[in-house]
């Protein structure tokens, strides 16, 4: 038997558009992070067990309930509305009425993580809790928008050695971008590696200068945004 655990990354509760990306939209046939959760539940194999369903327990409030706790309460309540997606309607359909019961079940007892500020320290929270229950597998879910950054979080954490090394982690990316974007606006910058590519060994690469903007407050972001933006509107100009 497998003992499979998974990590439903939370969302910020003030993101534009939060519960399409929770959610999803039926209407569309896009499964947001909690549909994407029964999918995988539902299409789970044999030998295969869910021993822990984890959700961060992230900075924002609302409705006097913090983050995980607000995403957990969502999810519960749009239980019965699972049906509205033609991709989950015939796996539903398949579960007898004490299957469903079992999979309710499953989902009230959804542990919260610690206290969290950032995706490092929820993949970190969720990693201990695997780790001590002796999953096997886990399985990351999070927005199209998001998962290459968690993928990337994840990779940072075990090469750390905060996940155990003989978990197998993978990463299912739902349906679901943030507001008014697609997948393509995502932009991921790996170190050159390849001979044939001049700046392979010019140091430091576009990757190292890139990676320190995340630690930059608002303000410094918007100065380093304006430059990078005027040289790339001015560059056919230059000498």
């Not at 929770?22 to 044999?46: E, I, M, N």
């Amino acid at each position: 038997m497998t003992n499979v655990g998974i990590l439903v990354h939370c969302r910020n509760l003030n993101t534009i558009a939060w519960e399409d990306l929770v959610f999803g939209q039926p209407k569309q046939g896009k499964l947001g992070d909690y549909a994407t959760l029964v999918r995988v539940l539902l299409t789970l194999g044999p030998s295969e067990r869910v021993t822990h369903i984890v959700i961060g327990r992230g900075p924002s409030e609302r409705d006097g309930l913090d983050e995980g706790e607000y995403s957990k309460k969502f999810l519960l309540d749009n239980f019965n509305r699972l049906d509205e997606f033609e991709l989950l309607r015939p796996l539903l359909a398949k579960l007898s009425d004490k299957e469903r019961v079992e999979l309710r079940t499953a989902l009230e007892n959804t542990i919260l993580t610690t206290r969290i500020a950032n995706t490092p320290e929820e993949v970190a929270a969720a990693a201990k809790l695997f780790n001590e229950a002796g999953v096997d597998r886990v399985i990351q879910i999070s927005a199209a928008s998001h998962a290459p950054r968690c993928l990337k979080e994840q990779l940072v954490l075990r090469s750390k050695g905060v996940i155990d090394s003989e978990q197998l982690w993978q990463v299912v990316a739902t349906d679901a971008c943030y507001h008014n974007t697609k997948p393509e606006d995502v932009c991921v910058i790996e170190p050159l590696h390849r001979l044939d590519q001049p700046l392979t060994y010019v140091r430091p690469g576009l990757s190292e200068v890139i990676a320190p903007y995340f630690s930059l407050d608002d303000e410094e972001k918007k100065v380093f945004i304006s430059r990078v933006n005027e040289f790339a509107t001015t560059r056919n100009h230059l000498p």
